[in-house]
């Protein structure tokens, strides 16, 4: 079974100074993701202790009885933060819901924030678990988190042929949408047909990074056709292009369709953290992206307008055509 390239993304550390390490990384990068999408960082930042505290953490929370979990269920927030019941999001429209639940959170926006104060959809507080831990444990993993995204995104813009923080600096303020994931056994909760823990699905932002328990069950499809499971070393993320890096690439770069399979007898708790550009940014096909002869193949659209419209498309508290199937 092949695996994915790893990429060290420590020369794109925040202050480090141009390297040639750096155009070597951005270099692979750029070859990976013209025909795999995937591939697996080192160098990232983030300390295998905030790591491991941040997954026993969620797996607290996830063991609260549905009732609490309830307490902060998604469609108490307007913003799209809280808890996603078991089978209550289909990540593959076409099919049943996916068996896991999830905890919902981001950048956590008080109401002097402007984009609160414009109304900006997704940008607000979190609702957080009661769990003792849980925020203390979120905020040094958020953090680190978010340094290792600024790394890919200046490795990216980079092999893009953009100024390093390109990406970084858009105008307006990056979301980054952090979520926590479990997949209960099929032993305790067996699949109904065609379901699986995570659809067959695309990623909507622009990169997602995420951390796993080594437990396994990613599977990927390259450019190629080919599926390929992921097995993720513990000292690495898994990244990924998301649709709207794709579309303002013209498809250099592609977005992979992945799924999740449950494990047979164990838990598998993962954490991605979703990269979307400022909600008002105008995704138009970039410059260095349209070799002469070429055209867009997309038409521009805000990054937010379509975070929203994916997101509206596959939870059952937004979309009732998806419950009851
Ligand atoms: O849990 C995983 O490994 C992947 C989850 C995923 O693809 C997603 O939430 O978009
Ligand atoms: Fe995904």
Redesign the pocket.
């Known amino acids: 079974m092949p695996s994915l390239p790893t990429i060290d993304v420590s020369c794109f550390a925040t202050g480090v100074a141009p390297s040639a390490a750096q155009d070597a990384a951005a270099r692979l990068l750029d070859e990976t993701c013209r025909e795999t999408g995937f591939f697996l960082i080192t160098g990232h930042g983030v300390l295998p202790e905030v790591k491991a505290r941040m997954l026993a953490e969620s797996a607290l929370f996830f063991a609260e009885p549905l009732a609490s979990k309830n307490t902060i269920a998604i469609a108490r927030s307007p913003y799209h933060r809280g808890y996603v019941g078991i089978a209550t999001e289909a ?1 593959d429209e076409s099919q049943k819901g996916d068996l ?1 639940e ?1 905890l919902d959170t981001g950048g956590e926006a008080g109401p002097n924030h402007p984009d609160v104060l414009a109304g900006t959809p997704f940008f607000g507080p979190n609702q957080w678990p009661s769990t003792p831990g849980f925020r203390t444990a979120w905020e040094a993993y958020y953090a680190q988190a978010k340094e290792a995204a600024y790394r890919v995104q200046r490795a990216m813009a980079r092999a893009l042929g953009k100024p390093d923080d390109f990406i970084v600096d858009q105008p307006g303020e990056t979301m980054y949408h952090l ?1 926590f ?1 479990h ?1 209960p056994p099929q032993s305790i909760t067996p699949l109904a047909e065609n379901q699986l ?2 659809g067959v ?1 695309t ?1 909507y932002g622009s990169v ?1 990074l ?1 951390a ?1 328990d080594g437990v396994g ?2 599977q990927v499809m390259k450019r190629s056709g080919e599926w390929i499971a ?1 097995q993720v070393p513990p000292q690495a993320l ?1 990244v990924n292009i998301g649709d709207l890096m794709a579309i303002w690439t013209n498809d250099r770069w592609i977005s992979n369709p ?3 399979v449950n494990p047979a007898f164990q838990d ?1 708790y ?1 954490i ?1 953290l ?1 990269v979307t550009p400022p909600y008002h940014t105008d995704i138009a096909c970039l410059d260095t992206c349209l070799p002469p002869g070429e055209l867009p193949k997309y038409p521009v659209q805000k990054a937010g307008d379509y975070l929203n419209k994916r997101i509206s498309a596959t939870h059952s508290y937004r979309n009732p055509l998806l419950d009851g199937r």
């Open positions: 990540l896991k999830t979520r994931v997949y823990g995570s699905h990623d997602t995420l796993d069950g990613l992921v898994v992945h799924r999740v598998r993962s991605p979703f």
